[in-house]
């Protein structure tokens, strides 16, 4: 299952397939990303980073994708399973605002038994 | 062990009422965070302390005042509640970004409900 476009609300996938979650970024000059994991009634959890030197990075079952021509990221999740039901945020940080990462809105993704 | 506990995790209050809520974390950070997320799950920065230092203070009603007593506490104070306050905040930490990580941890939330 794939979001479309530059934000879905909502991805529903089947248990075994392969997700992919979009998210376009609004800051050309953010060069951190991070992708963050929300289980109902719990606060947001990492899954993986990029920075802007790099356009790929692999985790456990996850794949992050950056294209910094078109402002856009991607969450790649390999066999996906009823665990990754959640929320997805992914986040940006440049350097020069050190502190502040801004989120961008959700995609709630579903696991089909 | 708890790396970012809130207190308390549900706040039912009645408009009018000063609340507030507790953040610690055991992590060793010096950066901490104030974030409110709405009905439809948007996460928005509200406040940042690095080291006790008020780094961060996003567009928010003067009803809220962080306060950190050292660099492991952060605190959320409500005056006045609306209805509009309602909302789950999130207290966070991190490291300085002077390294390659520059992840934030998340505390459970704390659920506000004015009525």
């Known amino acids: 299952g794939e979001s479309v476009g530059l934000h879905l609300p909502t991805l529903s996938v089947q248990e075994g397939d392969n997700s992919i979650i979009n998210c376009a970024y609004s800051?050309?000059?953010?060069?951190?990303f991070i992708w963050y994991k929300q289980e109902s009634g719990k606060g947001p959890q990492f899954i993986i980073d990029?920075?802007?030197?790099?356009d790929k990075r692999q985790g456990q079952r996850v794949t992050v994708l950056l294209n910094k021509t078109v402002k856009h990221l991607s969450l790649q999740i390999a066999a996906t399973q009823p665990g990754d039901s959640a929320v997805y945020f992914c986040?940006?940080?440049?350097?020069?605002?050190?502190?502040?990462?801004?989120f961008g809105a959700g995609t709630t993704v579903t696991v089909r038994a | 062990d708890t790396a970012v506990s809130q207190t308390p995790k549900y706040l039912v209050t009645q408009m009018g009422n000063d609340k507030s809520i507790k953040c610690e974390q055991n992590?060793?950070?010096?950066?901490m965070y104030w974030y409110k997320q709405d009905s439809k799950k948007f996460l928005k920065i509200m406040f940042s302390?690095?080291?006790?230092?008020?780094?961060i203070n996003e567009t928010v009603p003067n009803r809220f005042s962080p306060k950190s007593p050292d660099k492991a506490h952060l605190n959320l104070h409500i005056n006045s509640l609306e209805l509009g306050d309602s909302a789950v905040y999130f207290c966070?930490?991190?490291?300085?970004?002077?390294?390659?990580?520059?992840?934030?941890?998340f505390g459970p939330g704390t659920r506000l409900t004015v009525t």
């Open positions: 800051n050309s000059a953010s060069d951190y």
């Open positions: 302390y690095n080291n006790k230092e008020l780094i």
């Open positions: 992590l060793g950070h010096d950066t």
């Open positions: 990029i920075r802007s030197n790099m």
């Open positions: 986040a940006e940080n440049f350097f020069a605002n050190d502190y502040k990462l801004s």
């Open positions: 966070a930490s991190s490291q300085a970004r002077t390294g390659l990580n520059y992840e934030q941890y």
